[in-house]
């Protein structure tokens, strides 16, 4: 919610937030096919969405930090289309759809924030599509390490020395490319001077260079 929005349209707000909750390093928040009526907003700590593919492995859809909205995907019928699990302790607050479609009524700030959040995560899910469509292996890991640093930012970090608590495979089946594929990309890059890499702390990420490895042609 934006600040500044007032004591009477928080009034309205704060019931909407029901239930918070810890969820252990590893542990599922939800699972695909669950059954769902709440939105989840993370407090603190870091997820990752995942799907299952076709020969039963799991694809790594997103990361997911404070701020971030997860359960977007039952909106349509109350059915999980990913599994969510935390990548470290985390918190998060539970939001009932039901709770949240009646205080949209009074707060139509609310309601255009949700909008806002739906457009953003079609954003992001376009832009995915055109890392694993169109860029070579240096272009999907600048863009990803990009991506992660204007995160950060927004939030308040650093955004050229930031921590990954995600794995290398993790960021390889988000990004499309195998561990072994990204572990010489990072390397190739530390080597270089786009990034300094000190086990999952990154630092003194050269952000210019890195988008021009982005705009350069595949």
């Not at 309601?111 to 995915?128: D, K, P």
């Amino acid at each position: 919610m934006p600040s500044g929005i007032g004591d009477e349209a928080i009034a309205h707000f704060e019931p909407v937030v029901y239930r918070r909750r810890r969820v252990s390093r590893g542990e599922r928040l939800f699972s695909a096919n669950d059954r769902s009526g709440s939105l989840y907003a993370v407090r603190s700590g870091l997820f990752k969405t995942s799907v299952c593919d076709v020969a039963g492995r799991d694809q790594v859809t997103g990361f997911q930090m404070g701020g971030d909205l997860l359960g977007l995907d039952a909106l349509h019928d109350g059915i999980c289309a990913s599994s969510a699990t935390a990548l470290e302790d985390s918190h998060v607050c539970a939001m009932p759809f039901n709770s949240i479609e009646a205080a949209s009524i009074h707060l139509p700030v609310l309601r255009r924030r949700l909008y806002a959040v739906l457009a953003g995560e079609i954003t992001r899910s376009q832009q995915m599509l055109i890392v694993l469509g169109g860029m070579n292996g240096e272009q999907r890991l600048a863009a990803f390490l990009l991506d992660m640093s204007r995160r950060f930012l927004r939030r308040g970090y650093s955004g050229s020395s930031f921590t990954l608590r995600m794995t290398r495979a993790e960021i390889g089946s988000y990004i499309g490319l195998t561990l072994e594929t990204v572990s010489r990309l990072f390397s190739a890059f530390q080597r270089s001077g786009l990034v300094e890499v000190r086990q999952k702390q990154v630092c003194n990420l050269d952000l210019k260079r890195l988008d021009a490895i982005l705009a350069a042609d595949g």
